[in-house]
């Protein structure tokens, strides 16, 4: 969720960090230079029990534009809008749901806002500056131009080349297009600019929901959320450590010397978590949980001159993702103890509930959100 201060500022190869618990897990070489744990998360995540992974946040100039490609060509539900006058912002979330969505011409929006934040399933924040679709020279960064950082949003679909063809057909601007080993996939732009990943699910789909047919197929899934990092050591300890995600996959590619390590929250074992970049791609596109994708580039860890960019200075695209959490003065208050930057401590904003930034190791921000309930008993798998 967006707030004030977006206006306001511009022991071994395998070693866990010294402020952190050792996993208990196996360790196998992947490359010469690089290992890796699988891990069974058995303590309490600093930010609390059953975290859920509820948003990506992006900025967008025209939100009839913006509303049109994820609820129209998408086929995401728009759940509701919160707007702050005082502050000249709108706040649009969509998501893959079945249920029933609060009334805005019935539901106050405090009440409508504590409905949202107990939602269990992912959402996308659309942020909305009043006025930006008014200015023809008004832009957000995608980050995949310099300053690089965030790098897409991720579906799974039936059929990426159907999809493509429906969205082009549509008027979608279409990136790239892929085939490989590991399945179709391919990219597309929303109006922003910002990418689109779609990517081809291991089989049809089987679910039983009974929702609408889309442009890009039956039953798509909000799969991942992509950023590019620096140091992946740092940065698991703040996945793991601190937010209590567990490690789904580890992709290595070495011609491009390139690493991805998928994080989420799950009950499903991860069984090809020690397998080949092919088994852990067949097992990430059989997944129906949200996810983040980190892309690790070797060598920056030692490379002083490498840093990414959040996307909360200019120039300005993506936001942050956010959880929903119990207790966000405790999450933040075991988060700093830890050594992480607490970027807004948690309290009010406006009407909505409370809230509190931190920052990961590369600066991206993560928002928590205190929830009312006690969240949900196992982590959320689209039915």
């Known amino acids: 969720m967006a707030f004030l201060l977006l206006w306001s500022i511009g022991a071994g190869a395998c070693r866990v960090g010294f402020t952190f618990r050792r996993f208990p897990g196996v360790c196998r070489p992947i490359t010469k230079r690089r290992c890796i744990h699988t891990t ?13 992974f509820a948003q990506t946040m992006i900025r967008i100039k025209d939100p009839e534009k913006s509303k049109d490609f994820y609820g129209n060509k998408l086929g995401m539900q728009l759940l509701t809008r919160l707007d702050f006058p005082s502050l000249t912002f709108s706040l649009y979330f969509f998501a893959y749901t079945q249920d029933k969505v609060p009334s805005m011409d019935v539901e106050s929006q405090p009440q409508r806002a504590q409905w949202l934040w107990n939602v269990p399933y992912p959402t996308l924040e659309l942020t909305h500056n009043w006025g930006t679709e008014k200015d ?4 957000y960064h995608n980050g995949n131009e310099d300053p690089k950082g965030f790098g897409h949003i991720g579906f799974i679909v039936d059929d990426v080349q159907q999809a493509v063809q429906a969205l082009s057909n549509a008027g979608v601007k279409v990136i790239s297009t892929k085939d490989s080993k590991n399945g179709q996939v391919a990219y597309v732009a929303d109006p922003d600019g910002y990418w689109i990943q779609l990517m081809s699910r291991k089989s049809p789909s089987s679910s039983s929901t009974q ?3 889309t442009l890009i197929g039956k039953d798509p899934v909000l799969s991942q959320t992509m950023f590019r990092i620096k140091d992946p050591t740092k940065s698991r300890q703040f996945y793991e450590n601190g ?3 567990q490690l789904i996959a580890r992709l290595d590619y070495p011609e491009e010397k390139i690493s991805h390590y998928y994080y989420g929250y799950t009950e499903q074992p991860s069984p090809h978590v020690s397998g080949t970049n092919q088994e852990q791609m ?6 129906r949980f949200p996810k983040m994708l980190l892309e690790h580039r070797w060598g920056t860890e030692s490379d002083d001159s490498v840093s990414y960019h959040n996307g909360n200075k200019e120039p300005r695209g993506f936001g942050h993702i956010g959880l929903t959490v119990d207790d966000i003065y405790r999450a933040c208050e075991n988060m700093e103890k830890a050594g ?9 904003f406006q009407d909505v509930g409370e809230i509190a930034f931190v920052a990961d190791p590369d600066g991206y921000w993560v928002e928590l959100i205190k929830r009312s309930s006690s969240g949900p008993e196992k982590p959320y798998s689209k039915p």
Request: hydrophobic fraction near 30%; glycine fraction near 8%; aromatic fraction near 8%.
């Open 136 to 139: 023809p020279n008004f832009a």
């Open 211 to 213: 929702e609408q047919e």
């Open 40 to 52: 069974t998360m058995s303590q309490e995540p600093l930010v609390g029990r059953n975290p859920v």
């Open 243 to 245: 937010l209590g995600m």
């Open 282 to 287: 067949e097992y990430l596109r059989s997944t």
């Open 340 to 348: 992480f930057k607490i970027v807004r401590k948690p309290g009010p």
